[in-house]
């Protein structure tokens, strides 16, 4: 604005130019593809997630945006839904790593962090004043599951609620979440979450978002190295 009472004013950039957006998305899109096979999630799926991601960053870009942190997919091949659901499978149609977890998923996983790093850096090459962090959450939370005492830990692959079973996992529908007409549906609750990895069997724990967080602020598993602490 300019004249008036006050004179003349220097135009100052928008707040929002200067904030960092966090960008996940892409979870659910593959639990809820993988009833239909790997080969949809690999060929369907992922290419329409990592579509709508670059879509939806040009967005942002378009209005404004210069920083993004862009968060990859954690180790749902270790999550107690994941684990209790393929016991419905025949011996050998699956195998465990050495942390217990799903081998076929992690490779799913993989992948899409593959096509998911990758789109970070086409980005930064194709708006050369965008910067966009990519934060490996996938190598964290590994780092944490086989360093459970460290942080505390003493339970990776149970839920904290749940209906029982070799997971706690057992029931329709995540802790609390049974289906409306299923109205006998009991599940327990652990005495101490934060020694969990996952609340519901999904979802996870607020002491291990508390440990995420601190990664992300110090710029641990984060590329290009940025670190958070002080903007905070």
Known sequence: EQGGLYGSFVPVDPWYQNALYMVEIGGDDINFGLPLGGGYVINVTIPAVIQGLADGIHNLYTHGARRVLLYNMPRADCSPNYLQSFLQYPEGMFHYDKDGCIVEIAQIISYFNAQLHALATDLTAKYPDL???????????????????????????????????????????????????????????????????????????EHFYNIMSDFIIAGDYISPMVKLDQGC
């Open 131 to 205: 910067t966009v962090y990519y934060f490996d959450w996938f190598a964290a939370n590994t780092y944490v599951l086989e360093n459970m005492d460290e942080f505390g830990f003493t339970n990776s692959l149970q839920s904290c609620c749940g209906g029982g079973g070799k997971f706690n996992c057992n029931g329709d529908g995540l802790c609390g979440c049974a289906p409306l007409n299923q109205t006998d549906a009991v599940y327990t609750v652990c005495k101490d979450p934060s020694k969990y990895f996952t609340f519901d069997g999904i979802h996870y724990t």
